[in-house]
């Protein structure tokens, strides 16, 4: 399968949904990623599957929705530390194990995000 192909290869909505629920229960619970994001992740989670689905090839939902992502411009009124951006893998890394990804998805899907993750940091230590 090709990149473009790996939101069908891994089950669609349903495999995206089970990613998305499993992340924000860690995030939620993760001491270096509550101080930045809200009580109430319901409308973050919405957002976040939005972009994941098109980030693995499926539906653009969420530039529909919302325009070009600019997710570094986005994200630049949190502080994000390479603590957090490690906090934040963590929990994307047990997560894609939780909602039973398959390899090699997995492991392709994880490399993507470590690269967009480490675009993300803004802040030092
Ligand atoms: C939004 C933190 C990495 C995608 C957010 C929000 C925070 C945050 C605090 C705002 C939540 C809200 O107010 O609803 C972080 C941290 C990261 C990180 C600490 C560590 C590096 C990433 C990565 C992606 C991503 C790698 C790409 C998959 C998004 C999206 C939104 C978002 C799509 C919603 C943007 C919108 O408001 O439309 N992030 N993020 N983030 N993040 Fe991240």
């Known amino acids: 399968h090709q990149q473009g192909n790996i939101y069908e290869a891994i089950g669609g909505e349903e495999a995206v949904q089970r990613l998305v629920d499993a992340f924000y229960k860690r995030v939620a619970e993760h001491p270096d990623l509550t101080p930045i994001f ?3 992740l319901t409308e973050t989670k919405r957002k976040q599957k939005q972009f994941l ?11 529909q929705e919302h325009g070009h992502p ?16 490690n906090a934040w893998l963590s929990c994307m890394e047990e997560a894609l194990e939780e909602a039973e990804i398959e390899e090699p998805y997995r ?3 994880f490399e993507r995000l470590t690269m967009t993750a480490n675009h993300m940091m803004n802040t030092p230590e």
Not at 70 to 85: D, G, N, Q
């Open 70 to 85: 600019m997710l570094r411009a986005r994200h630049m009124y949190f502080t994000i530390t390479p603590t957090r951006r």
């Open 53 to 63: 689905t098109q980030f693995f090839g499926g539906p653009q939902l969420y530039i």
């Open 38 to 40: 809200p009580d109430d």
């Open 107 to 109: 492991s392709s899907i």
